[in-house]
């Protein structure tokens, strides 16, 4: 059975920074396309990163370029969003993802692409 775990979510101020871990078990991810989307409430899930099975290419939504940096081990079956700088608009539940094998800007930024889903780490930003 596979299985994503998020954690590292908590309350922080702005400015602030959170590490967000994301746990796979189950199976090996390390072929596949890994991503972090979030949702706030009233709103539909985005996406935020996303980065290929080497790690050695990236991808952000405009909004956190130059503060979130995705990163993964797949020696461990982790993967990783460091956020910094936080905002109040970066408060949502932040999910992590499994994708394709191959990294398409167009195709990674599409959560209907992803097979494997989290149960979600909420994060929230105080101003």
């Keep these: 059975q596979v299985q994503l775990v998020e954690s590292g979510g908590r309350l922080v101020q702005a ?5 967000l871990s994301c746990a796979a078990s189950g199976r090996t991810f390390s072929r596949s396309v890994m991503g972090w989307f979030r949702q706030a409430p009233g709103k539909e899930r985005e996406f935020v990163a996303a980065l290929n099975w080497s790690g050695d290419i990236t991808y952000y939504t405009d ?6 940096t995705i990163s993964r081990d797949n020696t461990k ?6 956020m ?3 905002k109040p608009e ?8 499994v ?3 191959l990294f398409d800007r167009s195709t990674v930024v599409d959560p209907n692409k ?7 780490t909420q994060v929230t930003v105080s101003s």
């Design 84 to 86: 910094n700088s936080l």
């Design 63 to 68: 909004s956190v370029k130059g503060r979130f």
């Design 99 to 101: 994708g394709p094998r």
């Design 15 to 19: 400015g602030g920074s959170l590490r």
């Design 114 to 120: 992803y097979d494997y889903w989290g149960q979600g």
């Design 77 to 82: 079956n982790m993967v990783y969003l460091q």
């Design 90 to 97: 970066d408060t949502a539940v932040y999910y992590c993802a």
